[in-house]
């Protein structure tokens, strides 16, 4: 990876950077901006990875609560649409030059309305790195800010939080400087065969700020050596395999 004359200007901590996870398409049909996703009033970051709003987001984003769950069938793929803001369109996602991965988790819950997602019951079901000299955070703006995710066809059926999360690593050289986005879509799958049981971790929890044990979050992506393996955070992902 080269070191460009830029890279002051992507360091930079502008409004740009920042994305919402703002509309899910499941099924076909694209829902409007915040149906069944707890969006933000502000497209900003988290950045404590220790705090409950790593979750599904939080002050300093105030989040508005949604009375709506979204039908989706198991062993299907949904796309979490991205946007810079909750006004934006397909060509403003996020700023290109603040790079890093994409993932996404599951959380079955009584009450997808209701429930805060703090806690145990998480399960990485997508994520993408750094592949052939690209970050998964540009594979989603150039697919219009689309995130593929497949559902796993082999759990049960019921309510689910489902957390699209993307992350910029321009600032990730220090404790606290990567940038983490994410919302939670209140959904219900059916379909699912319910034959397995993942695994599960806890948000807070999945992700560490120290870099022996979270180097996915604690790197300087500017200075890495050409086909350096990047190590994308948080659990495995699970697979009905």
């Given at each position: 990876?080269?070191?460009s004359s830029l890279i002051a200007t992507l360091c930079a901590s502008t409004a740009t950077a920042h994305t919402i996870f703002a509309q899910l398409t499941?099924?076909?049909?694209?829902?409007p901006v915040s149906h069944g996703i707890r969006t933000p009033s502000y497209d900003g970051p988290q950045t404590n990875v220790n705090g409950n709003n790593m979750a599904c987001n939080g002050p300093p984003n105030p989040t508005t609560p949604s009375?709506?769950?979204?039908p989706v069938k198991a062993g299907t793929n949904v796309s979490a649409v991205w946007r810079h803001t909750l006004q934006s369109g397909p060509n403003d996602v996020m700023d290109p030059g603040h790079w890093g991965p994409v993932m996404a988790y599951l959380k079955k819950v009584p009450d997808a309305k209701k429930d805060s997602g703090v806690g145990n019951g998480w399960f990485k079901i997508q994520e993408g790195g750094y592949t052939?000299?690209?970050?998964?955070?540009?594979?989603?703006?150039e697919n219009k800010g689309n995130q593929v995710i497949q559902i796993p066809s082999c759990i049960e059926n019921g309510q689910y939080l489902l957390r699209a999360e993307m992350v910029a690593l321009h600032g990730a050289r220090s404790t606290g400087g990567a940038q983490?986005?994410?919302?939670c879509a209140q959904i219900e799958i059916t379909g699912?065969?319910?034959i397995a049981s993942p695994k599960t971790s806890s948000i807070p929890g999945i992700y560490?700020?120290?870099?022996?044990n979270d180097p996915g979050l604690l790197i300087d992506?500017?200075?890495q050596k050409a086909g350096f393996k990047y190590i994308i955070p948080g659990p495995p992902v699970f697979t009905c395999a």
């Open positions: 990876m080269k070191i499941a099924d076909g049909k694209t829902y009375d709506k769950i979204i052939n000299g690209k970050w998964a955070t540009n594979v989603v703006i983490l986005y994410m919302e699912g065969t319910g560490k700020a120290g870099l022996a992506i500017y200075n």
